[in-house]
T-cell receptor, first 116, second 114 residues
């Protein structure tokens, strides 16, 4: 079974600075998807960024980018120019292409605090 | 607006009193799923459905039931709730198995069982 680990329960960053959230996963599959979701206090789960494992190029979405290291099974999220609105819980998630039910396996989450 | 609608948003109930949390999506998605979120554990899948009348267990199905009589609806049923089912619940949907869009999530139901 796949597992996803987020080793940082909490992180803080100064507004306008850069922060990196860590995620590692364990799988025996060669093709899969990886995701970062943001959960603000409203509880809504918001997709931040996704990465296909067969793509070597790291995904980017505006201020959000990932460092995908397939051999190391690492998928970190970098937030540049942090804003107060980035404060939230962040979840790393894995989805295998052969998963029945398209199940997402989530890490335990990292709470990000942004200091003004 | 494309969305997954869950109700209620908050629910407090007593042990053993049957309850249903409703979930509806307007995107014609094939796949729907229920997750529970607990501190430090992230979200864990309870049940999923690949199509109408097709449902199966996820990682933590004990104490829960689901049904998929219509494509848009996927209710979660707790026949006899217990305090260890106190949690934050999410319904989610996606168009097909290999969707790289991940899931669209509902806004969550905070359930407290006393």
């Amino acid at each position: 079974a796949q597992t996803v680990t987020q080793s940082q329960p909490e992180m803080s960053v100064q507004e306008a600075e850069t922060v990196t959230l860590s995620c590692t996963y364990d799988t025996s599959e060669s093709d899969y998807y990886l995701f970062w979701y943001k959960q603000p206090p409203s509880r809504q789960m918001i997709l931040v960024i996704r990465q296909e494992a067969y793509k070597q190029q790291n995904a980017t979405e505006n201020r959000f980018s990932v460092n995908f290291q397939k051999a190391a099974k690492s998928f970190s999220l970098k937030i540049s120019d942090s804003q107060l609105g980035d404060a939230a819980m962040y979840f790393c998630a894995y989805s295998g292409l052969n998963n029945a039910g398209n199940m997402l396996t989530f890490g335990g989450g990292t709470r990000l605090m942004v200091k003004p | 607006e494309a969305q997954v609608t869950q109700n209620p948003r908050y629910l407090i109930t007593v042990t053993g009193k049957k309850l249903t949390v409703t979930c509806s999506q307007n995107m014609n998605h094939e796949y729907m799923s229920w997750y529970r979120q607990d501190p430090g554990l992230g979200l864990r899948q309870i049940y999923y459905s690949m199509n109408v009348e097709v449902t199966d267990k996820g990682d933590v199905p004990e104490g829960y039931k689901v049904s998929r009589k219509e494509k848009r609806n996927f209710p979660l049923i707790l026949e006899s709730p217990s305090p260890n089912q106190t949690s934050l619940y999410f319904c989610a949907s996606s168009p097909f198995p290999d969707s790289d869009d991940g899931y669209t999530f509902g806004s969550g139901t905070r359930l407290t069982v006393v």
